[in-house]
Structure formats: structure tokens, C-alpha cells
């Protein structure tokens, strides 16, 4: 297994922005999203990048995500597409499968399947700036 190889499902404002940063800090990442324009979007950005939908067993296993280090599923919206696709990776044996959720029942739902680590973006972002706010260094802003 190659170290530092990354799987961003779902290339939204939050999925293509963590890919990107990824790539920059110097890691293989494989962008998947059902939406081509989306994928054409970063094509020229990540290692890889394919359309497809994540919550495809079939497809999943073909893209042989199973070996990489860690999986994000950066799917918000469709809360049924998020949540398959958790239990997917996590089935097929990926080691460490990190998800956005919208909601508190959403992160619950997807600890439940076993999902490893989940961020609320939204929440987290505010509460961060917050802190930045208050901060007596606001150039950190
Ligand atoms: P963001 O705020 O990051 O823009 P969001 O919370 O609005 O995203 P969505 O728009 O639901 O979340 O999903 C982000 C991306 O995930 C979209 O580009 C969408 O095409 C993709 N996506 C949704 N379902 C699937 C799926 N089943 N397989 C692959 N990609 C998917």
C-alpha cells in the first residue's frame, strides 16, 4: 500500500476545496462525483479523478479505494447517497473513512455504520471563527 493516498467523494465547494489542499501538501488524491462537470472542474488538479456514483458497489471496489489511507465522503445534501456510501467503504475495508454531515442525526447516523470521524464543516467553521474574532491576533483571520 502507497502511503498517503486519498479518496474525496463528492467534489462540492468542501470536497474539491479539501482535495485541492491535499494535493498541496503533497498527497495522491482520487476525486470521485457523479456530476462530470464537477469532475472536469478539478480533473487537471488531483492524480485522478472519475465520474461516478459513489453508492455503486461495483464501482467502488473497481477504483480499488479499498487500500488507500483514508476516504472522505464529502456528500451533504443527499443524506441517503452520504450514508450508503459510508457503509460501503467501511464494508469494503477502508481503514479510516472521514464524512461531512449536515445535522447532529446525520453525524449520528453515519457513527453508527462506523464511520470513523465526523465533521460539520458549517459548525466547525463558526465556532473556529469565533474564536478568531475574539482572538487579540486578528491577522490570523
Ligand atoms: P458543498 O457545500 O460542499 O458544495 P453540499 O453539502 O451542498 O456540498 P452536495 O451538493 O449534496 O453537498 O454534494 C457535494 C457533491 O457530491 C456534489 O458535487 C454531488 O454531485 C456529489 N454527489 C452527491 N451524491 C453522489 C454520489 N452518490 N456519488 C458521487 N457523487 C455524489
Known amino acids: 500500500m502507497k502511503r498517503g493516498q486519498y479518496a ?3 467534489l462540492g465547494r468542501f470536497g474539491s ?20 462537470e464537477a469532475v472536469d472542474e478539478m480533473s487537471d488538479q ?5 465520474v461516478a456514483d459513489a453508492t455503486d458497489e ?17 456528500i451533504g445534501d443527499d443524506m ?3 450514508i450508503l456510501t459510508a457503509i460501503l467503504l467501511k464494508d469494503i475495508g477502508v481503514k479510516t473513512v472521514v464524512a461531512k ?8 447516523v453515519l457513527t453508527k455504520v462506523g464511520v470513523d470521524r465526523v465533521i460539520y464543516p458549517e459548525r ?15 491577522l490570523d483571520i
Open 8 to 10: 474525496v467523494i463528492g
Open 101 to 108: 454531515a449536515l445535522s447532529e442525526l446525520h453525524g449520528k
Open 17 to 36: 476545496s479539501l482535495a485541492k489542499e491535499l494535493v498541496d501538501l503533497g498527497y495522491e488524491v482520487l476525486g470521485i462525483d457523479r456530476d462530470e
Open 124 to 138: 466547525d467553521m463558526g465556532i473556529r471563527v469565533a474564536h478568531q474574532l475574539v482572538s487579540p491576533n486578528l
Open 46 to 50: 488531483l492524480t485522478h479523478a472519475v
Open 80 to 82: 441517503q447517497a452520504s
Open 58 to 74: 461495483e464501482v467502488i471496489r473497481s477504483l480499488g479505494i479499498r487500500n488507500f489511507d483514508c476516504a472522505v465522503v464529502a
